[in-house]
């Protein structure tokens, strides 16, 4: 079982740039395939990006890619999303995820482990 605990949210102006974090618990953070997702009021959780767990591969949503990078430092149990460029349309909550299995996957349906998310606002 793991622990996430995002942070890094906050209120920005569109262009501007943020860097969420996601600190796992545990001592086999090594062993998750890692994913953000997001989440606005009234619409479904979208996929952002996953990275695998050694961090050589990732995946992103289209409307993301060039924007934000995903990456991981598992000497510190942590996952990151930087997000530069932001547009009002990031607006959301976003969650970290992690998968106990060597494949990403876009489905939120196949991570078992979820942090409680943190708000990111975008202003216009």
């Known amino acids: 079982q793991v622990q996430l605990i995002e942070s890094g949210g906050g209120l920005v102006q569109a262009g501007d740039s943020l860097r969420l974090s996601c600190a796992a618990s545990g001592r086999t953070f090594g062993n998750y395939v890692m994913g953000w997702f997001r989440q606005t009021p009234g619409k479904e959780r979208e996929f952002v990006a996953t990275?695998?767990?050694?961090?050589?591969?990732?995946s992103y949503a289209d409307s993301v890619q060039g924007r934000f990078t995903i990456s991981r430092d598992n000497t510190k149990n942590t996952v990151y999303l930087q997000m530069n460029s932001l547009k009002p349309e990031d607006t959301a909550v976003y969650y970290c995820a992690a998968r106990t299995t060597y494949l990403m996957s876009r489905s939120g349906n196949d991570y078992e482990f979820w942090g409680q998310g943190t708000q990111v606002t975008v202003s216009s």
């Open positions: 990275i695998t767990r050694a961090g050589r591969s990732t």
